[in-house]
Every structure is written in C-alpha cells, then in structure tokens.
C-alpha cells in the first residue's frame, strides 16, 4: 500500500470515528429514498440546516412522493417555498418533479445520469444523492468539503474557478472511500460543517486529524479556502404602492372587507413568478424617503432599497398587470421575503 493510500486510510478512520459520536441526527439522514434525500439537498443549498428543517419537514408532509410534488401547481411550491430565498431552487424542484414523473424514473432515478440531468441539480448534489441515497462512489463537494479539503492539503488555489473546481474534485476522488462513500462523504461535510469550520478558534489545536492537516503543519488553516474577487454590488431602489379600499370594481364583494392590488412578478429577474405590491424601480434614491416604511434588503450581488407607501383610498385604482384580492388572502400568494418584512411591519403598527 502507498504512502497516500496509508494516509487516506488512517485519515478516513479519524474522521468515522469522530463522525460516529459526534454528527448530529437529522431524518435525511434516516432514509435512503432518493426523493427526501434529493429534496434535503436542494433546500440546504444556501440555507443553514437549523432553518432548512422545518421546509423540508412541511415538504415531505404535503408532498411525500415525487409523484405528488409534481401535480402540484407552481404557485404552491413557490407558497410553501416563501421566506427560503433563491426561488428558482424552488422552480427548479417542481420541474425536475415532474420531469422524474414524464421519464417514468419514478420514485427517483438511480443513475448519476440521469440525477444530473434534472433541473437545479449540478455535479455536487448528483453526487451527494447518489451516494446517501444509492451508496454509489462519487463525491460530495459542498462549501464545507471545499473548506476541509483546502486545509488538510493547503490548497491555495480558489475554489469557485474551472482551475480551481478542477483541482478539489481530482483531490477529492482521490481521498473518497470507494467502498463507503454514504459514510465518507457524511463524515467529512459534517466535520466542514461542525469542527473545521470558518472561524476556527481553538478546534485546529485540538482537531483530531491535526496530525494528517499540512495546513496546520504550514500555518495557513486560518486563511483557506480562497475565493475569487467577488463582483460589485448593485443598488437597485423600489418604490411599492399599497393601495387599501373597502371598495373594489367588484360590486358584488362584500363591503366590509379591505381590497388590495398585487401582481405576479414575469420578468426573468428576481423573485421570479412571486407576487409583490405594484411597484416602480429607479436607476437612483427617490428625493423623498420620509414617512414611509423603508427597508434594505441584500441579495448575492444586489443590494435593494425598498420604500413602501400605504394609500387608503375609496376605490382601488386601474393598475395594469395586477390582480385584486382581498387583503385577509394575502397569506395564499407567494411573496418575497421582503414584502413579509413590510408586512410584518404594518402588522405591528396597525
């Protein structure tokens, strides 16, 4: 046996027996149906697992089969989806639902083809569904892998280039226990995501795979992973018009109910197919900000600045491309999490 081969056992050993007291229990973890675990995979994409739960929770319950995700109608995923962010994650779930459903791949298909070839599915969550679901040899590169990876070999190439991409996926086959890779890949993302995480402090001195880490050996743990330059931030400004009336054009409503007017987002922009306020975007700041509720909100790239402004008026105005619903329904649309921070707002002040 080669000198890697020595290492890479004594290093998978470490990190089991660390996993085996030490990883938390989570009922993605106490399944093998492809479908719950893929469903995991893609809510915890940008989401810590402490908030992705109970999403994935109320998914399993309302939809437990691939076959049951995928007759639902979009604006139900994109409701139950509100509030997680990313919503062309939540798009992309229903699509590839019905996509297993139309290529009678049902439960879910089992070949990393076939995985990868669904929507908003790429090479790292094929792989993680494919060997939790299927124990099949292919690597899970999740932001904690990338992290642990970096430092146990010093790598101080960035991550998030082709090059850099390139690299840790050739390193971490190397690494990956063939013969269990549902056990190995488990191990080393929760070790990225309990122990070797981004602010160290004192779990490099006292790591138990110290030993087999060059970049604690070389004094470089704390500044990897590199990243890329990441692009400038965008400031975009909105204006939202909360129009209130007891009076909508419809005579035959009831009159003691309050009417508002929303519309659903079309353009291939964010929160795309969720519904907001009308709404006007300026290039700049509007020159009055006062007496309105203001908010910033701050996405990957953007950074929003939000003003709403209530008017209570006797009959809801024409505005085109909108809807009237009544203002107790609002809890049936999709919407942004910042509308729900307005909302929430107006709430506490009625």
Same mark, same amino acid.
């Given at each position: 046996?080669?000198?890697?081969?020595? !290492?890479?056992?004594?290093?998978?050993?470490?990190?089991?027996?660390?996993?085996?007291?030490?990883?938390?229990?989570?009922?993605?973890?106490?399944?093998?149906?492809?479908?719950?675990?893929?469903?995991?995979?893609?809510?915890?994409?940008?989401?810590?697992?402490?908030?992705?739960?109970?999403?994935?929770? !109320? #998914?399993?319950?309302?939809?437990?089969?691939?076959?049951?995700?995928?007759?639902?109608?979009?604006?139900?995923?994109?409701?139950?989806?509100?509030?997680?962010?990313?919503?062309?994650?939540?798009?992309?779930?229903?699509?590839?639902?019905?996509?297993?459903?139309?290529?009678?791949?049902?439960?879910?298909? @089992?070949?990393?083809?076939?995985?990868?070839?669904?929507?908003?599915?790429?090479?790292?969550?094929?792989?993680?569904?494919?060997?939790?679901?299927?124990?099949?040899?292919?690597?899970?590169?999740?932001?904690?892998?990338?992290?642990?990876?970096?430092?146990?070999?010093?790598?101080?190439?960035? #991550?998030?280039?082709?090059?850099?991409?390139?690299?840790?996926?050739?390193?971490?086959?190397?690494?990956?226990?063939? +013969?269990?890779?549902?056990?190995?890949?488990?191990?080393?993302? +929760?070790?990225?995501?309990?122990?070797? @995480?981004?602010?160290?402090?004192?779990?490099?001195?006292?790591? &138990?795979?110290?030993?087999?880490?060059?970049? #604690?050996?070389?004094?470089?743990?704390?500044?990897?992973?590199? !990243?890329?330059?990441?692009?400038?931030?965008?400031?975009?400004?909105?204006?939202?018009?909360?129009?209130?009336?007891?009076? &909508?054009?419809?005579?035959?409503?009831?009159?003691?109910?309050?009417?508002?007017?929303?519309?659903?987002?079309?353009?291939?922009?964010?929160?795309?197919?969720?519904?907001?306020?009308?709404?006007?975007?300026?290039?700049?700041?509007?020159?009055?900000?006062?007496?309105?509720?203001? #908010? @910033?909100?701050?996405?990957?790239?953007?950074?929003?600045?939000?003003?709403?402004?209530?008017?209570?008026?006797?009959?809801?105005?024409?505005?085109?491309?909108?809807?009237?619903? !009544?203002?107790?329904?609002?809890?049936?649309?999709?919407?942004?999490?910042? @509308?729900?921070?307005?909302?929430?707002?107006?709430?506490?002040?009625?």
């Amino acid at each position: 046996m080669g000198v890697d081969n020595v !290492r890479n056992s004594l290093l998978n050993r470490r990190l089991y027996h660390w996993y085996e007291t030490e990883h938390r229990i989570l009922p993605w973890r106490e399944t093998e149906d492809g479908y719950r675990i893929w469903l995991s995979e893609v809510i915890l994409q940008q989401t810590r697992v402490q908030q992705g739960m109970d999403y994935y929770l !109320r #998914f399993v319950a309302r939809w437990p089969r691939v076959e049951d995700l995928a007759a639902a109608a979009e604006d139900e995923v994109l409701r139950e989806w509100q509030g997680l962010g990313y919503y062309s994650r939540a798009r992309n779930l229903h699509k590839a639902a019905q996509m297993v459903v139309e290529r009678g791949w049902t439960p879910f298909p @089992t070949r990393f083809e076939d995985i990868r070839a669904l929507p908003g599915v790429g090479d790292y969550t094929a792989g993680a569904i494919a060997s939790f679901a299927y124990n099949q040899p292919f690597p899970a590169m999740d932001g904690n892998v990338y992290r642990v990876v970096a430092r146990l070999l010093d790598i101080d190439e960035a #991550f998030d280039t082709s090059a850099g991409k390139k690299l840790f996926h050739q390193k971490i086959e190397e690494l990956l226990d063939r +013969e269990n890779p549902r056990l190995f890949n488990s191990a080393i993302m +929760e070790f990225g995501a309990l122990w070797c @995480t981004p602010v160290l402090g004192d779990n490099c001195r006292n790591c &138990p795979l110290q030993e087999l880490c060059l970049g #604690f050996a070389h004094g470089t743990a704390e500044l990897l992973p590199v !990243r890329k330059p990441r692009p400038k931030v965008r400031d975009r400004w909105f204006t939202y018009h909360i129009y209130l009336s007891h009076q &909508p054009s419809d005579v035959s409503s009831q009159p003691l109910d309050v009417y508002t007017l929303i519309r659903r987002r079309e353009e291939k922009d964010i929160w795309y197919h969720l519904y907001e306020f009308p709404c006007e975007e300026t290039s700049h700041q509007p020159a009055d900000v006062s007496n309105h509720l203001s #908010f @910033t909100h701050v996405l990957s790239h953007q950074k929003l600045h939000a003003r709403f402004v209530v008017h209570r008026v006797s009959e809801l105005p024409v505005v085109p491309g909108t809807i009237t619903i !009544r203002w107790e329904d609002l809890n049936d649309y999709a919407l942004s999490r910042l @509308t729900l921070r307005a909302l929430d707002t107006l709430q506490h002040k009625a």
